[in-house]
């Protein structure tokens, strides 16, 4: 059986996160610029954002610049911030074909005058498709986001709006910028490194966590179709014993 015919579309996430890593890497195993490896890395979001929409999958988030990355050298902030201009143009077709709604995350404000017009202007024309919600976290930071969320909880108590014994985590998920979008039951890391990169830490509380080898430009939809298997395979208790899951 085919790894796809594998999967039982019954039992798929809701939501995948993905923390694309590898790209660097890859295009130094070809004697090539990281530049080109952020490009070869485009083409396989292409493919995965298309193959997660047939599947069903409802949120695909993925982590495509950090704050952190700010720092990195300037030209590759440069080639990065220009690519990504491209893409947005350049995919917006893929986008409406597969009813796919575009979102965002992070502090978009910091991006490029010419990247926030692009990207606005994405989300809005697919603002009504229906499909799949694609969610790019750009300028993101887990802690940034928090620290964001505890300053205007801070203002609105400070106003009367939030009444100290009103904070919980329902409303704390209210303040975040992914508020309004479904935790992800999956995140998946390529490249072998075995951390999270301050990435959606208040959200993945109860994701599964599935880390791979490859690199992200050689992460093909069979890779996607592995790390959904896996998932299925396992036993998400809350908490609970597996007697209490029992029907």
Same mark, same amino acid.
């Given at each position: 059986?085919?790894?796809?015919?594998?999967?039982?579309?019954?039992?798929?996430?809701?939501?995948?996160?993905?923390?694309?890593?590898?790209?660097?890497?890859?295009?130094?195993?070809?004697?090539?610029?990281?530049?080109?490896?952020?490009?070869?890395?485009?083409?396989?979001?292409?493919?995965?954002?298309?193959?997660?929409?047939?599947?069903?999958?409802?949120?695909?988030?993925?982590?495509?610049?950090?704050t952190e990355?700010?720092? !990195? @050298?300037?030209?590759?902030? *440069?080639? #990065?911030?220009?690519?990504?201009?491209? $893409?947005?143009?350049?995919?917006? =077709?893929? &986008?409406?074909?597969?009813?796919?709604?575009?979102d965002a995350?992070?502090?978009?404000?910091?991006?490029?005058?010419?990247?926030?017009?692009?990207?606005?202007?994405?989300?809005?024309?697919?603002?009504?498709?229906?499909?799949?919600?694609?969610?790019?976290?750009?300028?993101?930071?887990?802690?940034?986001?928090?620290?964001?969320?505890?300053?205007?909880?801070?203002?609105?108590?400070?106003?009367?709006?939030? !009444? @100290?014994?009103?904070?919980? *985590?329902? #409303?704390?998920?209210?303040?975040?910028? $992914?508020?309004?979008?479904?935790? =992800?039951? &999956?995140?998946?890391?390529?490249?072998?490194?075995?951390?999270?990169?301050?990435?959606?830490?208040?959200?993945?509380?109860?994701s599964e966590?599935?880390?791979?080898?490859?690199?992200?430009?050689?992460?093909?939809?069979?890779?996607?179709?592995?790390?959904?298997?896996?998932?299925?395979?396992?036993?998400?208790?809350?908490?609970?014993?597996?007697?209490?899951?029992?029907?």
């Amino acid at each position: 059986m085919s790894l796809e015919g594998q999967i039982n579309k019954e039992r798929l996430p809701q939501h995948v996160a993905i923390i694309m890593d590898g790209n660097g890497r890859w295009a130094k195993e070809q004697g090539r610029f990281r530049v080109f490896g952020h490009t070869k890395g485009v083409d396989t979001v292409k493919e995965i954002t298309e193959v997660a929409a047939k599947l069903g999958i409802k949120y695909l988030t993925l982590y495509a610049f950090s704050t952190e990355n700010w720092s !990195r @050298p300037v030209h590759e902030v *440069n080639a #990065l911030m220009d690519l990504l201009v491209r $893409t947005i143009k350049k995919e917006m =077709p893929t &986008l409406m074909k597969n009813n796919i709604r575009l979102d965002a995350i992070g502090n978009l404000e910091s991006l490029p005058d010419r990247c926030l017009k692009n990207l606005k202007a994405a989300k809005e024309k697919t603002s009504n498709n229906s499909g799949m919600t694609l969610v790019l976290a750009l300028s993101y930071s887990a802690k940034w986001d928090i620290c964001e969320a505890v300053k205007r909880i801070a203002l609105d108590v400070q106003s009367g709006n939030v !009444r @100290p014994d009103e904070i919980d *985590n329902n #409303l704390i998920t209210k303040y975040l910028s $992914t508020h309004g979008i479904p935790e =992800p039951e &999956l995140l998946i890391r390529t490249s072998g490194e075995l951390r999270i990169s301050n990435f959606l830490l208040w959200e993945i509380a109860y994701s599964e966590l599935y880390f791979t080898d490859v690199l992200w430009p050689d992460f093909s939809k069979e890779e996607l179709f592995k790390a959904l298997i896996d998932y299925q395979k396992r036993e998400r208790r809350f908490g609970k014993t597996s007697e209490q899951l029992t029907p």
